[in-house]
């Protein structure tokens, strides 16, 4: 480490929330849609997922501030077909999108076995995990994506032209937590790669350009560059693939016209997002749990590996407070005290 | 290039496709059944994705003859709601259940914007861009996947659980081939380290491990021990996410069930096949398909960048003559000599 531990303060989940809450509606938001934040961050700090927690107060009251973002949103849910809705986020934040869509479409899914939802105009900051985690939770797998702004180079390529491009999964579990995949597929989040370059450490070979197109481990070169996706050319064509299923798929925009439509405040852009929820008692039909529990233990079983998003519920477990970054709690404070 | 060129002969699309359907209903098939795969077989030549084509004949007739795979199955569609499908493929080839299953699937999709087939007992030998090609040339986005074999070790570990497990993906396009990316989450296919361990070449650092649990670029030892995914611990979610769509939630079996009830008769073991359809019409509404194409022109503008499987649809258009390796040729005109 090139850099002493940042100074840390100890603060309770609860204690989380009513911050977070009441930063949300000191800039504007009502009651609904600030505690639909607020969940949003808690429970990113509860499991430990510290960038999409109070990391993002900032971002989220910047675009409360600079009035890109509804912090009124009321969504409206269409129903296209029995197992199509299209969500219209009127311009809110994501997770109040999620407050009025996910029944329905578990509703949808357990009866049709299978469901989806186009999430349109929503501006989504956080990890993607809550959504299919809900839906594992009703014995529903869950699929969702999002694109973001042009900071990722295709494969061969220099220019950017993907997000970040994250998709989740998950997989229901008898008596216990879904399994959950949540991945971007960039090599790495901008964020670490701006981290390291502002700790002047160096990142894989593959994780990014320098701005003249070249390879390199520098992170300030990269900052400065394009980040490249994860897997070569494979992880180049995920890329692609959610770019189309969480734009026009969707209704919604490509990551380069999410940016041409940005403000750059720096609170998140509008975009799309497609979920997908599907029923294993429909579509397998037999005994499908329990075979797949006996596999998941033939899986941990093996010396080495562990199965997807098993760090964040160790986290859950860690009782009530957390440590988080003094700085940052101090500025989230100094901004509950003015009001928009 | 350490051997030479094997020596190639010149055949026509039209006699692979008689030829491929001669040899399977010598060995047993039907009309139905044979044509299904000869079309399959043809179709992987015609696009010079050899490794899909006549080379696979010499398996699919070791499964006819030893009963493992029946010629004469006649798949059974039972609708489970307006949207879900299950299809027994009764323990015939994959190409014939699609014959019997996509129609339902495309209508279903386009009535209700989103459709899925389970197909069970199946024996799937080929690429899977030909089913979602099927579903994009309808305007629909499609998505398969399937499990197969435990020759994957998930990263971290050195024992194989997880099959190649290749997805496939299309994108429908207005007036020219949908977009379609087809990819194994393995880092390579067993039959490339195989040949190149027989032409002692060597392979990416990352393809695979030793018998020992080295990482290693010997393909020799590699054939010896296990692949690896593609792309780190991400490409290993992908391919546990597989194992769970194209086992589990399909009524069907893991890679490593696969291989208990398999008779290692060299022929495509039996195993189940996810196949999703969903309709940008609906999930979408507006003007998607225009703004796709915008999208891909700026793709393709990116110097170094190519469309997925581009160079399948330039090789579709190479007229009606294919070399194909003369040996092999030879062992199948004489697999259609004798009966069974």
Known sequence: MKNPAPPNKEISLDEIFTLSKKVMTVHGANEENGEA?????????RDGSVSHGLFRIPGYIKALDSGKVNGNAKPVLEEISPVIMRCDAQNGFAPIAHKYCLSSLKAAAKKYGLGAVSIQRAHHFAALWPEV??????????????????????????????????????????????????????????????????DGLDVPIGTGLSASGKLTTNAAEIAKGVLLPFGGHK??????????????????????ETAERDNSDGGPPQGGQLILALSPDLLGGINWANQAEQFFDKFEAIEGVRLPGARRYKNRKDGNIRKVNAELLEKIVRLTKHDR
């Open 37 to 45: 934040v607020a969940e949003t961050v808690t429970n990113a700090e």
């Open 133 to 198: 985690e809900s839906l594992g939770n009703e014995g529903l797998v869950g699929f969702t994506c999002v694109s973001y702004l042009p900071w990722v180079a295709p494969i061969g390529g220099s220019t950017p032209i993907f997000g970040t491009n994250p998709f989740a999964f998950a997989w229901p579990r008898p008596n216990q937590n879904p399994m959950v995949i949540d991945m971007a597929t960039s090599s790495m989040a901008m964020g670490e790669v701006q981290i390291a370059a502002r």
């Open 235 to 256: 992880g180049s064509a995920i890329a692609l693939m959610v770019e189309l299923l969480a734009g026009p798929l969707v209704g919604e925009t490509f990551s380069y």
